[in-house]
């Protein structure tokens, strides 16, 4: 578990301050995109027809994919508990079909019982307590034959080799803020124990495996040993240099080797 968050309240603090400040200064996956839409986003977007479907966005943060969903036809509502996300929402992303609310889902969840076509929650699951419990909270807002798309990080490559080795044997502080690290056999159980129907597939490849993981370690790697009071610039350029050398240019391939993981449930 992270060092810095324990709870969802901890975790409600860091992101109020983060989307102050601005999230695009913030977050690694914004800091490296060079898109217009991230990549998260854009593939989620991809994944089914939005046209006519009733969707519910935990989590929207400021507000970029519902309104990207509901530019593509959807009813969208979205919900986030950090006030700071949901102003800037509404003030940088407005459509006729889409609404935001300031909530946290559990204490709201009576009221969407079998309300919607689509649950999106985009980088949540990973922050959030009991998250399986979550998954099932987010399976009761479904209408029959309802669907829910997740992404959260996917560990299995060598970012994730090289960081978890970090956090499990030297409770090292890699990320700021996620209270779990998950694979896709711990989804591959819960369909199969909601008896819900499951694809998965993960992407940002570069990031797991590659160029982008190598600028990403150049970034965060410095900060990790820093907040350890560790200095060894020298041992992280090397490591850094024998990654790019030696170990990435073998072959990574499979589709469980980018650095996000996107699952789609179905009932």
Known sequence: MNRKVKT???????????????????????VLNKKKIPSEDGEVLKQISWRGKRVLDVGCGTGLFAYEAAKR???????????????????????????????????????????????????????LDNPMEK????????????????TTPNWVNPRGFVLQTMLQLFDAPITLADLHYFSPRVFEKWAKKRHLKLSWR???????????????????????????????????????????????????????????GLYHFRK
Do not use: C
């Open 8 to 30: 969802n309240r901890d975790l409600r603090k860091i992101y109020n301050g983060a989307f102050s400040v601005g999230e695009k200064q913030h977050f690694t996956k914004l």
């Open 202 to 260: 993960t992407f940002d490849v570069s990031w797991g495996t590659g160029a982008v993981m190598i600028a990403d370690f150049k970034r965060r790697l410095p900060n990790v040993l820093r907040d350890m009071n560790i200095k060894n610039d020298a041992g992280i350029q090397s490591f850094i240099a024998w990654l790019e050398t030696e170990a990435l240019t073998f072959p990574w391939k499979g589709k469980h080797v980018g650095a996000t």
């Open 135 to 150: 998954l099932s909270l987010f399976s009761s807002f479904l209408k029959s034959g309802g669907e829910i798309i997740i």
């Open 73 to 127: 036809g959807a009813r969208v509502v979205g919900v986030d508990y950090s006030e700071v996300a949901i102003r800037e929402a509404t003030a940088t992303y407005t459509h006729p079909h889409l609404e935001y609310r300031i909530e946290n889902i559990q204490k709201t969840a009576r009221k969407y019982k079998r309300m919607f076509d689509v649950v999106v929650s985009l980088g949540t699951l990973e922050h």
